[in-house]
């Protein structure tokens, strides 16, 4: 329920530090907003976890006249789900709240009926007077998120807005917690909860840089191929509450693949293998290009109705990634070679 746009995480990150401070023997943040929780920082053999805690949004550009609010999207939105949204504007003041409006349906032209607007179509109404009762409250830049929280379903199943990829930020920071069980061996883990995902792998790319570590996770969200109209032959078989997915293919280190998968047969941890032929749109692929190339594999948590305000996931699949790869790491030696 923490707002998180992209470039707005500050919120979020303090929620992940009070989570995982107590787990770990140092946390700090860079200068780009990503947050490092470090287990035993000097051992020799570096592993870096990434899992990013940006949303996509909305931001305030204009305010007209009569106090409507323009707005601009943060990330990759949706905008066919926007009208007749429920919305909080985060503000210097506090959280302001407005609808999406929309001309009703009887107002419509036939032919216009269901279709969705473009974004400059749309407007924001907080109920103001006017331009100067809105800018008492909400100013240009202020960023927006729709106004869904978090529900509890049925078998473990949970829905709510962004688990993209706030999920992919729990699981991280809960094998961290897992670790205080496990000998470290002389590595280090370097647990980044990154920003500006959403924009461009940004923080991923800076905090890759800063950690320069010999092998890595990246932990984000997959499409659940299990639900009506979803095309399995197209975009594979996964489905929620079958485990996590470990990615293959050009994107991850085959020595890391083979140990991802070993480990969860031999840990009895359930998972599926997505197929990636080409670079990822997540962390795993800043990764793997950071300075002379670290040795990288992908783990995702199958998630239904991604960039809605309704994503929905299973709870024991982030359990059992955050489980793999507390299981993977206890499992790592100094002198393990990750070449292929």
């Not at 103001?128 to 473990?156: F, H, P, Q």
Request: hydrophobic share 40%; with cysteine; glycine share 10%.
């Amino acid at each position: 329920t923490t707002p998180s746009p992209s470039g707005s995480e500050e919120r979020i990150q303090a929620v992940c530090r009070k989570y995982v401070e107590k787990h770990v023997d140092s946390v700090y943040k860079d200068v780009h907003g990503n947050q490092y929780a470090v287990k035993n920082p000097d051992g020799k053999l570096r592993i870096m976890l990434a899992g990013h805690v940006d949303e996509i949004g909305l931001m305030v550009n204009h305010i007209d006249d009569k106090g409507f609010i323009s707005f601009v999207t943060v990330g990759g939105v949706d905008t066919a789900i926007l009208g007749g949204q429920r919305v909080l504007i985060h503000t210097a003041k506090g959280e302001v709240p407005g609808v999406i409006g929309r001309t009703a349906i009887h107002l419509t032209e036939p032919e216009d009926r269901g279709k969705a607007l473009k974004v400059h179509q749309m407007w924001i109404d907080i109920g103001a007077k006017n331009k100067k009762d809105a800018e008492k409250v909400v100013a240009v830049g202020d960023s927006i998120t729709v106004d869904a929280g978090y529900l509890e379903l049925r078998d473990d199943k949970v829905a709510a807005r962004a688990f993209d990829d706030r999920v992919g930020a729990f699981v991280i920071i809960e094998a961290m917690r897992l670790l205080e069980k496990k000998k470290l061996n002389d590595i280090a883990v370097f647990c980044v909860t990154t920003v500006q995902e959403e924009l461009g792998l940004r923080g991923a790319i800076t905090s890759s840089y800063g950690c320069n570590p010999h092998a890595g996770i990246a932990v984000d969200v997959d499409h659940a191929i299990d639900y009506p109209t979803a095309d399995i032959k197209r975009y594979g078989d996964l489905k929620i509450g079958d485990g996590p997915i470990i990615a293959k293919g050009p994107n991850i280190n085959p020595v890391i693949f083979r140990q991802l998968t070993d480990t969860a047969k031999n840990k009895d941890i359930p998972y599926q293998v997505a197929a990636e032929p080409k670079a990822t749109g997540t962390d795993a692929n800043a990764m793997q290009l950071s300075r002379g190339g670290t040795a990288t594999g992908l783990v995702s948590i199958p998630n239904r109705y991604m960039h809605s305000p309704v994503e929905l996931i299973s709870i024991k699949d982030a359990e059992n990634a955050a489980k793999l790869i507390a299981e993977w790491i206890g499992g790592l030696k100094a002198g393990v070679s990750f070449i292929p």
